[in-house]
Each structure stands twice: as C-alpha cells, then as structure tokens.
C-alpha cells in the first residue's frame, strides 16, 4: 500500500500523459527501426475522446473545486507559510491556483488497446536447443522514441523475433528507468487486491498509479481503468473522482458503455442539472442515431426536456431517472427563494 500513497505524489510531476497520435490509414510505414504493426482504422462519424467539443464537455461536468485540487497530501511535514495580502493580491492569488488547477486536471488520454506484436525476422535452425534462456537485443540509442526503439528476442529454439509490449515496457524500465514505475508490475494491481483498496475509496490513488506504472494503451492500464469505472458505477460512488483528472475519462467509458443513468441521477442529487444535460447532450454525440438522440433534435430539446426525452427513450431506469428529475424540479423553486 506504500505505493499507493507515494502515487498522488508522483502523478503531480506528470501533469499530462504523453500522448502518442495514430496516423492517418495508410500512413504507417515499416523500417528497420520502426515499430510497424499497423494503424487503425478511425471512423470519423463517430466522436474521438480527443476532440475539443468533447473535451469541452467533460472539462465543465468534471468541475473545479480548488479544496479538493489542493487538498493536503501525505508527506514530509514542512512549516507553514503565512502571508498578509491585499484583496487585489487575494484575487490574484486565487486566479493563478485556479489556472493551476486547470492544468492538474487536464484529462489523461484515453486510447484504443495496441495491437499484439508477432513479427517474425528469422528462423536459425542450428541454435535450436544450444540454450534455454531467451536472448534479448536492445537498441538503447538515446534519441530515438521509446516506441520506435528496436528490441528483438532470440528464443531457444533459434527463431528472432520482434519483442511482445510487455518485453518492451520492461527492457526500457531497464534502461531508461521511470521514476515510480516498477519492473514488474505491483501487487496492487491483482484484482483481489484491488478489491481491497476500492472498498477503502482509494479509487484515484489506484488511478494515479496506473498512469505511472502501465502505458495509457497497455491491455493492463484498460483492464484497471475499466475496473476502478465499474466499482464506482456499482456503488455509486461517484464523487470520488469529481474535481480530479478522472472522471472525464469514467463519463467517457459510461457513456460508451450506454450505462450512465446511475451518473446522470447522481447529478441532479447534487442540483447539477446542467452537468446532467451536458452528459446527456455528450451521449446523443457519441450515439447519434438512438432514439433519443434523434428524439431530441427533431423537437430541438434542451435543459430538462432533454433529460426526459433520454429518461423515456434511453434509460434502462426510466424511472428512477424521471424520479430524480421530478425531485430536483421540487427543490429548485426553494433553493432560488433561499
């Protein structure tokens, strides 16, 4: 567990996860030291995590509460500072931790599985059986990109081929250390594990973690993320993540999923209506020809109806949600009095 805690820590050094674009389909080109194993094929009707308009949307519902932001981390206790100041300097003060948090919230990239490496160079029929451990070769260059680092494995039975992901990701740990990732990956990460650690609410140190630790596109880093999102859409825990790098990516896999009714109802709890339109209106982008998105535009729905009109034709608790709406519409008239 005294990784989990040292992650918070190191997660702020890494205030963006290097994202690495994929080309456009029939860009990709094979050399001697570039790692080819094929591009895939995007479709462009369909919304990219990526796109402004989506990253807009998920930027405002994961909101901005500077407490939360800039809550203490556990660490070697320091003096406090104090300082007098102005109102105007207060209000300068309070603007440059505002633009600071922005950018501590600037959402990881969420990524399409990577393709298995396979490839094959060549078959030596007269090492077969000379040894019984693998033989690995590594280009260990200083300016070339980890990703097109040329890495081969000789196996014992003579055949060189071309090193799996995981070979990857732990010969350059080997050679290029990153602080905080591990060789091998922690025992946190098993899933009898991370039962443990869900049930203490330690879902962003579980996160954090894993940015550091596994590559944003890694089988592993999915597995995890999907994980953590399932656990908080199970308990309706939500709120955990509000106001930190993650919840756009947890909105992103709910709504891909079609499952964000238990989001959507948390929202209006909390009087977070337009969040919940947002989400809403992020789910008719992702999924144009449902019912309820094509519902919506031909009535031109917005605000509360908009909500109805995915409760009545999308909801898989129809109920539930309208109940919710039904609740907040009550409420609203009597916080405005207040």
């Not at 990253?55 to 405002?60: A, E, G, K, T, Y």
């Not at 729905?301 to 909801?315: C, F, V």
Request: proline fraction near 5%; aromatic fraction near 6%; include cysteine.
């Amino acid at each position: 567990m005294a990784a989990l805690g040292a992650a918070r820590r190191l997660a702020r050094t890494y205030s963006r996860v290097k994202h690495v674009p994929a080309g456009e389909p029939g860009s990709a080109r094979c050399s001697a030291r570039t790692l080819c194993s094929g591009t895939p094929h995007r479709d462009d009707a369909k919304p990219q995590f990526t796109d402004p308009a989506v990253q807009d949307v998920l930027s405002r519902i994961t909101g901005l509460d500077l407490q939360k932001v800039f809550r203490p981390v556990k660490e070697e206790l320091k003096p406090p500072t104090y300082k007098l100041m102005t109102d105007e300097q207060l209000s300068q003060a309070v603007a440059l931790a505002t633009e600071q948090a922005r950018k501590l919230l600037r959402m990881p990239p969420v990524l399409p599985e990577r393709k298995p490496i396979t490839d094959v160079l060549s078959e030596e029929k007269l090492l077969d059986g000379m040894d019984t451990a693998k033989y690995a070769f590594t280009d260990i260059s200083y300016d070339i990109p980890h990703r097109e680092r040329f890495i081969v494995v000789r196996e014992p039975n003579g055949i060189l081929r071309k090193a799996t992901w995981e070979e990857r990701d732990r010969l350059v740990q080997v050679y290029f250390p990153r602080a905080g990732r591990k060789i091998s990956a922690q025992l946190v990460f098993k899933e009898e594990n991370l039962k443990m650690v869900f049930s203490q609410d330690r879902h962003e140190n579980v996160l954090d973690l894993s940015l550091v630790q596994f590559e944003p596109d890694s089988s592993e880093s999915i597995r995890v993320h999907a994980a953590t999102y399932e656990d908080l859409d199970k308990h309706g825990k939500y709120e955990l993540l509000r106001s930190t790098r993650h919840f756009g990516g947890m909105a992103w896999y709910l709504l891909n999923a079609r499952r964000a009714d238990g989001l959507l109802v948390d929202m209006l709890k909390r009087e977070l209506l337009q969040d919940a339109v947002d989400l809403v209106s992020l789910f008719h982008m992702l999924h144009p020809h449902s019912e309820s998105a094509q519902e919506a535009a031909g009535q031109q729905a917005t605000g509360a109806d908009l909500l109805k009109i995915y409760a009545q034709k999308e909801s898989q608790r129809s109920g539930y949600v309208e109940l919710a709406l039904q609740a907040y519409e009550q409420r609203a008239p009597k916080s405005r009095a207040e």
